[in-house]
């Protein structure tokens, strides 16, 4: 089965989940207090509908536009725009007629909906799969380091030994979230020739590293060996052979792939001159790196136990305690992107549909679906609770100001409100999955 093909039906199913776990995070409360729900769909059923079906005062359907779902409350101002229905006298089952501490409870269901999974689902990933995670031993040829970490005194090669002073053992990616996301005052170290220094950063590195493209700060060497050559790319217009073995770029040794992808990095020059050992003899090629700053080569590492991965199992109650602090972890971790999603270059790599399936694995692993159901889950909890007007967060926000002022919002400011949030919404997802397609077509 082709890639995007895996790719797409976890999203499809991943997205499914969670749409339809958080309109139902909406819809029991609202029949808990006897508000009528008119509709509930998984998906827009824009013009026409895959299913539907009445059950009492509720149609249940599918729509054919993927791009989220929903249910429709009856006297409630949202995106169905039901302007008639509002004209006429409110009736005790409609949303508008209820208290609005029962409003907002409605309001808040789906949100809490997707918080809660997230946090069961980490629960049981603990349980069922343990977690994995290396010591610094575990890593055989110690971290490559970013051109910015290398000015704060990190050194090839370095093994990290504690962080903010506590021993670090966790995933390689996660001493990444730690700089990136966290407040990292200092890091240990053990560089190469056995000595151990405490690195002090700024508190600022992860805006430095972000500015500087140097992510992931930390990445774990290996050796290696080139496996193929992209046909056209320019290490094949270079002449670039898979059987070559790469010495030297612009002069400096190349005993790691680290090294090959810090060179090409922090090239200065339009080309890279590259000494290679083909049968036995020593050649000189020139590469004029793409735009993107690659080259086009394929490699597989010779050394299958760089890294070593151990896993810890978790008991019942460990898996609580355990996913209670991983979600929290990973809201706030979530949370802190903001910061880098509110500038130039952070705006330029908001992604739409197609960024978040290739988030997915090519093969069909269900420890990764899982993790990102979860993943996808916050994100869509933490979306929503933006205070745009269309979004949960919006009536949410109204709601507040009615139960603190005792003045409820006009019908037609609502409405108004409503038609500039939901362009504002459109706009966002346009640019979002513009990006997308301006990646393909460029990149």
């Known amino acids: 089965m082709p890639e995007f093909l895996i790719?797409?039906?976890q999203l499809l199913l991943s997205l499914s989940i969670l749409v339809v776990l958080h309109?139902?995070?909406?819809?029991i409360p609202a029949k808990i207090f006897k508000t009528r729900v008119e509709k509930f769909y998984l998906f827009f059923d824009v013009k026409f509908s895959l299913f539907k079906k009445k059950i009492g005062d509720t149609v249940y359907g599918i729509g054919w536009l993927p791009l989220g779902g929903y249910v429709k409350i009856s006297g409630m101002i949202d995106e169905s725009m039901d302007t008639e229905q509002m004209a006429l006298p409110a009736q005790p089952w409609e949303f508008r007629s209820k208290p609005a501490w029962q409003r907002l409870i409605i309001m808040l269901g789906g949100v809490t909906v997707n918080f809660l999974l997230a946090f069961f689902l980490f629960m049981m990933m603990l349980l069922v799969w343990g977690?994995?995670?290396t010591t610094k031993d575990d890593i055989k040829y110690g971290f490559g380091v970013s051109k910015t970490l290398e000015s704060y005194g990190f050194q090839q090669g370095d093994k990290v030994i504690s962080v903010n002073g506590e021993a670090y053992e966790d995933l390689t990616i996660d001493i990444n979230k730690y700089i990136m996301f966290r407040k990292v005052d200092n890091i240990k170290v053990e560089h190469p020739n056995g000595s151990v220094e405490d690195i002090k950063l700024p508190e600022d590195i992860g805006t430095q590293l972000f500015e500087a493209g140097d992510l992931p700060a930390l990445s774990e060497r290996y050796p290696f060996q080139l496996d193929s050559i992209v046909k056209d790319s320019p290490a094949d217009k270079s002449g670039l052979m898979a059987t070559d073995k790469i010495i030297a770029i612009n002069g400096q040794p190349i005993d790691y792939f680290f090294d090959v992808a810090y060179a090409i990095k922090?090239?200065?020059?339009k080309n890279l001159a590259l000494e290679v050992e083909r049968n036995n003899e020593i050649k000189n090629l020139t590469i004029t790196p793409a735009e993107d700053k690659t080259i086009g080569i394929y490699k597989s590492s010779t050394d299958l136990e760089y890294i070593k991965i151990r896993n810890r199992q978790y008991s019942f109650s460990e898996s609580i305690s355990g996913g209670l602090s991983q979600g929290y972890w990973e809201v706030k971790d979530?949370?802190?992107?903001?910061k880098y999603i509110f500038t130039k270059k952070g705006a330029s790599q908001i992604g739409g549909f197609a960024a978040i399936g290739?988030?997915?694995p090519a093969t069909w692993n269900w420890h990764a679906f899982w993790y990102l159901t979860a993943f996808l889950s916050i994100m869509l909890g933490v979306l929503?609770?933006?205070?745009?007007?269309?979004?949960?967060?919006?009536?949410v926000a109204f709601l507040l100001y009615e139960m603190v002022s005792g003045r409820k919002p006009g019908d037609k400011f609502m409405e108004y409100a409503q038609m500039v949030g939901f362009?504002?919404?459109?706009?966002?997802?346009?640019?979002?999955n513009g990006n997308d397609i301006f990646k393909a077509i460029f990149n």
Do not use: R, S, W
């Open 7 to 9: 790719k797409g039906a």
């Open 23 to 27: 309109e139902l995070g909406h819809f």
């Open 131 to 133: 977690t994995n995670y």
């Open 266 to 269: 922090n090239n200065t020059k």
């Open 334 to 338: 979530y949370l802190g992107q903001f």
């Open 358 to 360: 290739n988030m997915f």
């Open 384 to 395: 929503n609770l933006l205070p745009i007007p269309a979004l949960d967060g919006g009536h």
């Open 423 to 432: 362009f504002i919404l459109i706009g966002l997802v346009l640019f979002a």
